[in-house]
């Protein structure tokens, strides 16, 4: 991974500022924009159409239009074969894409290559499978042949967040194209623009006009309008447990089904027998890789009480480490997405100091920058576990420790709130390990492994992490319809 800086001339090529909609930029009907900020030094990056429901209407009718037409008429194999090209052209498109998302969301340029290497993988993954998802046959007895068929869904919404704004886009665009679908994207108002570019990109390498589509804009005026759209028949949501929510109750007024991966505040529980160097190592990227603006990330450090003390002077050491600054040059750790999510940071950090909650490293903004939405790795210990330093999700780059004595007293802690996205465990006694994976409620338990599973692997929350799973087979099983055919012989 090259750790070299870079400058935005380095960016060839113009911003995209407008739709992608039937294989065209398009300005919003009514015109308007709104700005989309460079984090890392504050100033406008550029504006962006401003979307509401007339561009949402103009995009789901072009989905819709080549879900009926040029879409259909292409095999499961060639829908396939269109998905790889896309994924090579990505590839040889990677800088761009990446230094866009750096400039975009403040990440380090390193990250967002990353990204853009994961968003390739996703794609050709779903592409293997394109002609692979088959229906089975049901044996009713001598006199009929039953099956099922496995048809798309038809017009699919794809509502995504700022944290990772094209690995969200691939996510569930790619399985809902290789299943069939088309799709609607609406991107995250702070991170709109890589999703543009993705849509355009996809036109270049040859999809039909209207099979991906994207409406830039705000989450009340174009979010909802597509969600609610009498024509979208899928769902697929990323964010906020309160916006969840929002777009459920949307969702259910047209009895539209929803996958929704909401909120985390994961729990890493290291016992006392784990390889502390592993867990202290692992911890690092979990809660501080994308400025800890991750919704799997290892925020919550539930440590045994006779490691506690050695495990938190390792991550320390760790978090010394780490270089803090604007994402091109291509450091560890980059700023927030917004000046929203950073005050939002920063009155925890107050809150908790508030309530004697000890940092032991970070805490705040880095001395030396002075702009940009920065804040050091900050790890805390001394929480009270009834604080909304312990319970709430911050997505920042804050790993809140808290110790427990017995292992009852862990689990105990790890299920205590109401999210249940992941749970990780650090021992070396694998019976042990297994035991708690039983235990915790998750929709993922990571052993001795932060970040475990790739595209392969189904990912999902549980309680107010969220309905359904995304990724790996299940995740294309979503944007497909079993239909079933009886035949009396
Ligand atoms: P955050 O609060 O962290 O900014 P959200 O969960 O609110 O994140 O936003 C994630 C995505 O959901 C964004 O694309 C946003 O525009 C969109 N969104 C927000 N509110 C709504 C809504 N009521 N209907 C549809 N989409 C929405």
Redesign the pocket.
């Known amino acids: 991974m090259s750790d070299r800086r870079y400058s935005r001339a380095d960016l060839k090529g113009p911003l995209p500022d407008a739709h992608f909609i039937y294989g065209a930029y398009r300005h919003a009907a009514a015109r308007e924009t709104f700005a989309t900020v460079d984090p890392s030094t504050e100033e406008t990056l550029t504006s962006v159409a401003r979307g509401r429901a007339a561009d949402i209407d103009l995009a789901v009718e072009a989905a819709h239009g080549a879900q009926r037409g040029d879409w259909r008429q292409i095999t499961p194999a060639e829908r396939g074969r269109l998905m790889f090209k896309l994924a090579d052209a990505l590839e040889a498109d990677a800088e761009r894409f990446a230094l866009m998302e750096t400039l975009d969301v403040g990440k380090p340029v390193k990250e967002s290559l990353g990204d853009v290497r994961g968003v390739c993988a996703t794609i050709r993954y779903n592409a293997g499978a394109a002609d692979k998802m088959e229906g089975t046959t049901i044996p009713l007895g001598p006199s009929f042949i039953d099956f099922t068929m496995l048809e798309p869904v038809g017009v699919t919404a794809h509502?995504?967040?700022?944290n990772y704004p094209l690995g969200m886009v691939a996510r569930s665009v790619a399985p809902a194209l290789a299943a069939g679908c088309t799709a609607v994207v609406?991107?995250?108002?702070?991170s709109p623009l890589t999703a543009l570019a993705f849509a355009e990109l996809c036109h270049k390498v040859g999809f039909p006009k209207g099979v991906v589509n994207v409406v830039a804009?705000?989450?009340?005026e174009?979010?909802?309008a597509?969600?609610a759209h009498p024509k979208v028949r899928g769902i697929t949501?990323?964010?906020?447990v309160?916006?969840?929510r929002?777009?459920y109750m949307?969702a259910a007024q047209g009895l539209k089904p929803a996958v929704l991966e909401l909120g985390g505040k994961n729990p890493m529980i290291v016992l006392d027998d784990a390889d502390l160097e592993r867990a202290a190592f692992d911890a690092i990227d979990g809660a501080f890789g994308n400025s800890g603006q991750v919704c799997s990330s290892s925020s919550r450090l539930l440590l045994q009480h006779n490691i506690a003390e050695e495990f938190l002077e390792r991550l320390a050491e760790n978090a010394r480490k780490l270089g803090v600054g604007p994402g091109l040059d291509n450091l560890d750790l980059g700023p927030l997405v917004?000046k929203?999510?950073y005050d939002k940071v920063q009155s925890y950090l107050a809150s908790g100091r508030a309530a004697g909650a000890r940092m032991r490293h970070g805490g705040g903004r880095p001395a030396a920058l002075a702009r940009g939405y920065f804040i050091e790795p900050t790890i805390i210990d001394h929480v009270d576990a009834g604080s909304a330093l312990a319970r709430e999700e911050i997505?920042g780059p804050v790993a809140v420790a808290q110790v427990f004595d017995k292992v009852e007293e862990a689990v105990e802690l790890a299920n205590g709130l109401g999210y249940g996205l992941v749970s990780g465990v650090y021992s070396r006694d694998i019976s042990r390990a297994f035991k708690l994976a039983r235990d915790l409620e998750a929709g993922s338990v990571w052993i001795n492994g932060w970040f475990i599973g790739g595209v392969q692997a189904p990912t999902g929350g549980i309680k107010d992490s969220g309905i359904g799973r995304e990724r790996g087979l299940p995740g294309i099983r979503n944007y497909l319809s079993i239909k079933n055919v009886g035949i009396r012989l």
């Not at 509502?159 to 700022?162: D, K, Q, R």
Request: charged share 15%; aromatic share 12%.
């Open positions: 509502i995504v967040p700022w609406k991107p995250a108002e702070q804009g705000y989450g009340e174009a979010g909802a597509l969600v949501f990323t964010g906020s309160a916006t969840g929002k777009i949307n917004s929203e999510q997505f």
